[in-house]
Protein backbone atom coordinates (compact mmCIF):
# COMPACT_ATOMS: atom_id res chain seq x y z
CA UNK A 1 0.00 0.00 0.00
CA UNK A 2 1.30 3.17 -0.94
CA UNK A 3 1.79 6.06 1.38
CA UNK A 4 0.22 8.43 -0.62
CA UNK A 5 -3.25 5.86 -0.14
CA UNK A 6 -2.16 4.95 3.44
CA UNK A 7 -3.08 9.43 4.21
CA UNK A 8 -5.94 9.46 1.65
CA UNK A 9 -7.48 6.59 3.65
CA UNK A 10 -6.72 8.19 7.26
CA UNK A 11 -7.93 11.89 5.77
CA UNK A 12 -10.97 9.93 4.54
CA UNK A 13 -11.99 7.85 7.97
CA UNK A 14 -11.29 10.87 10.16
CA UNK A 15 -13.61 13.14 7.44
CA UNK A 16 -16.07 10.29 8.11
CA UNK A 17 -16.08 9.89 11.99
CA UNK A 18 -16.11 13.56 12.37
CA UNK A 19 -19.17 14.24 10.05
CA UNK A 20 -20.75 11.23 11.67
CA UNK A 21 -19.95 12.29 15.16
CA UNK A 22 -21.27 16.69 13.95
CA UNK A 23 -24.29 14.83 12.76
CA UNK A 24 -25.27 12.47 16.04
CA UNK A 25 -24.52 15.85 18.28
CA UNK A 26 -26.71 17.70 16.33
CA UNK A 27 -29.17 14.68 16.61
CA UNK A 28 -29.58 14.35 12.71
CA UNK A 29 -28.76 10.66 12.09
CA UNK A 30 -29.84 7.86 14.66
CA UNK A 31 -27.60 6.02 16.73
CA UNK A 32 -27.77 2.41 14.61
CA UNK A 33 -26.85 4.16 11.59
CA UNK A 34 -24.17 6.06 13.04
CA UNK A 35 -22.37 3.01 14.57
CA UNK A 36 -21.93 1.59 11.01
CA UNK A 37 -20.21 4.80 9.78
CA UNK A 38 -17.96 4.70 13.33
CA UNK A 39 -17.14 1.23 12.78
CA UNK A 40 -16.26 1.49 8.85
CA UNK A 41 -14.19 4.66 9.08
CA UNK A 42 -12.14 2.88 12.32
CA UNK A 43 -11.87 -0.19 10.20
CA UNK A 44 -10.10 2.42 6.96
CA UNK A 45 -8.31 3.35 10.05
CA UNK A 46 -7.30 0.37 11.25
CA UNK A 47 -6.41 -0.68 7.97
CA UNK A 48 -4.70 2.18 6.94
CA UNK A 49 -2.20 2.68 10.09
CA UNK A 50 -1.55 -0.79 9.88
CA UNK A 51 -0.87 -2.13 6.09
CA UNK A 52 0.90 -5.45 7.39
CA UNK A 53 -3.12 -6.52 8.47
CA UNK A 54 -4.16 -5.49 4.54
CA UNK A 55 -1.03 -7.27 3.16
CA UNK A 56 -1.81 -10.53 5.08
CA UNK A 57 -5.01 -10.71 4.43
CA UNK A 58 -4.83 -10.58 0.79
CA UNK A 59 -1.90 -13.27 0.28
CA UNK A 60 -4.51 -15.84 2.52
CA UNK A 61 -7.40 -14.78 -0.03
CA UNK A 62 -5.18 -14.51 -3.24
CA UNK A 63 -6.05 -10.79 -4.34
CA UNK A 64 -3.23 -9.43 -6.01
CA UNK A 65 -2.34 -6.53 -4.09
CA UNK A 66 -3.40 -4.51 -0.92
CA UNK A 67 -5.60 -1.74 -2.45
CA UNK A 68 -7.52 -4.12 -4.14
CA UNK A 69 -8.52 -6.14 -1.32
CA UNK A 70 -8.86 -2.85 0.40
CA UNK A 71 -11.63 -1.69 -2.44
CA UNK A 72 -13.05 -5.09 -2.19
CA UNK A 73 -13.74 -5.32 1.62
CA UNK A 74 -15.27 -1.12 1.20
CA UNK A 75 -17.43 -2.45 -1.20
CA UNK A 76 -18.56 -5.84 0.50
CA UNK A 77 -19.24 -3.94 3.48
CA UNK A 78 -21.39 -1.12 2.29
CA UNK A 79 -23.18 -3.74 -0.22
CA UNK A 80 -23.85 -5.29 3.58
CA UNK A 81 -25.15 -1.47 4.50
CA UNK A 82 -27.32 -1.67 1.12
CA UNK A 83 -29.19 -4.93 2.19
CA UNK A 84 -29.58 -3.75 5.67
CA UNK A 85 -31.30 -0.58 5.00
CA UNK A 86 -33.71 -2.33 1.94
CA UNK A 87 -34.69 -4.41 4.72
CA UNK A 88 -35.67 -1.49 7.17
CA UNK A 89 -36.93 0.54 4.22
CA UNK A 90 -39.52 -2.33 3.22
CA UNK A 91 -40.63 -2.88 6.78
CA UNK A 92 -41.30 1.22 7.07
CA UNK A 93 -43.37 1.15 3.53
CA UNK A 94 -45.45 -2.29 5.22
CA UNK A 95 -45.98 -0.27 8.28
CA UNK A 96 -47.01 3.44 6.22
CA UNK A 97 -49.22 1.29 4.37
CA UNK A 98 -51.26 -0.01 7.27
CA UNK A 99 -51.16 3.34 8.81
CA UNK A 100 -52.90 4.40 5.63
CA UNK A 101 -55.33 2.06 5.32
CA UNK A 102 -56.12 2.03 9.03
CA UNK A 103 -56.84 5.96 9.18
CA UNK A 104 -58.80 5.38 5.62
CA UNK A 105 -60.90 3.05 7.74
CA UNK A 106 -61.11 5.34 10.40
CA UNK A 107 -62.08 8.22 8.06
CA UNK A 108 -64.60 6.09 6.15
CA UNK A 109 -66.39 5.20 9.52
CA UNK A 110 -66.30 8.75 10.87
CA UNK A 111 -67.74 10.29 8.23
CA UNK A 112 -70.83 7.72 8.08
Given at each position: ?????????????????????R??????????????????????????????V?????N?L???????F??L?????L???Q????L??S???????????????E???H??
Amino acid sequence: MTPTFQVILILTSLITAGLILRRIQKSQVQIQDSLFWLFFSGLLLFLSLFPKVAETVTNLLGVSLPVNFVFLFIIFLLIIHQFQLTLRLSKLDNKVKELVQTLAIERLKHDE
